[in-house]
């Protein structure tokens, strides 16, 4: 994700577009179903589609037992969600903070302007009107991610480029963890589909912290490995961060080589390792399908303009990537969550990886535990379980938890220890807020104006916070416009303004041949 955040190569998001002039512009035909494609496309001999991936993954199986992701809210902290078809149902997408620059505009807040956050939130609890109980008799056709009834909360931090600040993200967990449960809300699982390759270790970082908080809560999180050549191409050989943090799910990516048998299933090439940096580093915890992945189009979003070879038909984008793997791991725990919802996050990442099956010819370092199989986790039950290993103090750096790259402004990088908004991050400081669940106080983050009233107050309570009222205009209004966002608020002329660019999100991490 773009920025300090960066999605990796087959999940990645494309660079930051230069204006919000641009943005407004893709916004208009967001929804408009762009060009009209010829429907060839037949997801029952597609087996990386999501109808095969349900079947062969044993996602099926649970659906079939009754397990289908109901009363189980995942968190999503990416570009945003459209409501495309298969997440239009309403109640489907509940909308949190839009905490990205994009919140600016009324006609982009919370929606996706890059596609990135639509794919992974379909993979995860996708459904169209037509998948009807039974699933298993349902068309092919039907789309369905593997918790088809979970619910989606949407906490947009990502542009169209994907560009965003890590100190963005964290703001997006501790709020995820501080209202996960309010009023009818059951957050029990946080999407993390991107990472930072983070100079420091997870013993200091803030993000791998601010994780960790959300797991000492009872929130599964679940992060996407990293791409290999992103990885050792910045000098930092292991996972991406916040995967490399022993307590968190880190997700690596399988393909399936075209099969519906796991026995010939390959680690994805784009999968990263702990090789080149042996004992030192985590290993991914195990393996999900991430190759040729069949999800949700955002018509005339960055990534389905800038890489139409991935469109399927009019409807559906195919993507390669650990940013897929996690998204699919997040619905499967959802899956786990809804039969036993008593367990641990320590207790469900043991079940996963005590059922994951090892592929021949790949080590350790590069599969962990192996390839998820949840058709063998149906009939088991968590077992006592705690992890022991060392927590993080988050009180390192906030500068080199963003690693190699920064957000910028007509070439002028965010550098240093402060937040999107110019004011200094005291890593220190926030930990201990986030440590007594008070990093949000009154709609006020880190100091931040990040929202003002309508966030506190009457709005956080009663019937405001159900329904449709998730949506529209109980997100928006004058809090996120004005002086707020623009002027003294931001710092300085460096940080003012509307016309980001992020110059440092080309290059080879984003290689054309991920979408497809």
């Given amino acids: 994700m773009g920025s300090s955040i960066r999605k990796h190569r087959d999940g990645g998001l494309p660079r930051f577009a230069p204006m919000l002039a641009v943005f407004a512009v893709v916004a208009v035909a967001l929804l408009s179903g762009g060009s009209a494609l010829a429907t060839t496309y037949n997801p029952a001999t597609d087996m990386n589609s999501m109808y095969n991936t349900a079947k062969y993954t044993g996602a099926e199986a649970w659906c079939n037992a009754g397990y289908t992701g109901a009363g189980i809210d995942v968190a999503v902290i990416d570009t945003g969600v459209s409501p495309v078809q298969g997440l239009a149902t309403p109640g489907k997408i509940i909308y949190g903070p839009d905490l990205s620059l994009e919140s600016q505009a009324p006609n982009l807040r919370n929606l996706d302007t890059n596609g990135h956050g639509t794919f992974m939130a379909g993979l995860i609890a996708g459904k169209d009107s037509n998948l009807t109980v039974p699933y298993a008799n349902a068309p092919a056709t039907a789309y369905r991610g593997i918790a088809p009834d979970a619910r989606i909360v949407s906490i947009k931090v990502g542009v169209a480029d994907g560009g965003v600040d890590v100190s963005q993200v964290i703001a997006g967990i501790y709020w995820v963890i501080e209202h996960k449960n309010d009023n009818g809300l059951n957050i029990r699982v946080l999407n993390l589909s991107y990472g930072t390759n983070s100079a420091q ?115 559906y984008f195919r993507g390669s990537g650990t940013s897929q793997s996690a998204a699919i791991v997040s619905g499967a725990v959802a899956l786990v969550l809804q039969k036993h919802p008593t367990a641990t996050p320590d207790q469900v990442k043991r079940m996963f990886r005590d059922q994951a099956k090892k592929l021949g010819g790949f080590d350790t370092q590069a599969q962990g535990a192996g390839e998820i199989v949840l058709s063998k986790m149906l009939p088991k039950a968590p077992s006592k379980f705690t992890q022991n290993f060392v927590p993080s103090t988050g009180t390192g750096s906030l500068e080199l938890s963003r690693g190699h790259d920064r957000i910028s402004r007509d070439g002028v990088a965010l550098t240093g220890e402060k937040d999107i908004f110019g004011r200094t991050f005291n890593s220190a400081q926030v930990a201990a807020m986030a440590a007594s669940g008070s990093t949000w106080s009154g709609g006020i983050w880190n100091g931040s104006p990040w929202s003002g009233s309508t966030w506190s107050g009457s709005t956080w309570s009663g019937s405001t916070w159900s329904g449709s009222t998730w949506s529209g205009s109980t997100w928006s209004g004058s809090t996120w416009s004005g002086s707020t966002w623009s002027g003294s608020t931001w710092s300085g002329s460096t940080w003012s303004g509307s016309s980001w660019s992020g110059s440092s999100w080309s290059g080879d991490s984003w290689a054309t041949g991920s979408w497809n």
């Fill in 201 to 315: 270790s997870y013993l200091v970082d803030p993000l791998a912290y601010a994780v960790e908080q959300a797991w000492e809560a009872g929130i599964v999180v679940v992060a996407a490995a990293g791409n290999t050549g992103y990885q050792r191409g910045s000098d930092a050989p292991g996972l991406a961060s916040p995967a490399a943090d022993p307590f968190v799910i880190g997700v690596g990516g399988s393909d399936s080589m075209g099969t519906a048998s796991i026995s010939d299933d390959r680690v994805g090439d784009y999968s990263a390792s702990s090789a080149a940096c042996g004992s030192q580093c985590k290993n991914p915890d195990f393996l999900a399908p991430g190759s040729h992945i069949q999800g949700l189009r955002v018509p005339n979003s960055f990534v389905d303009t800038n890489h139409p070879q991935g469109r399927i038909d009019g409807r």
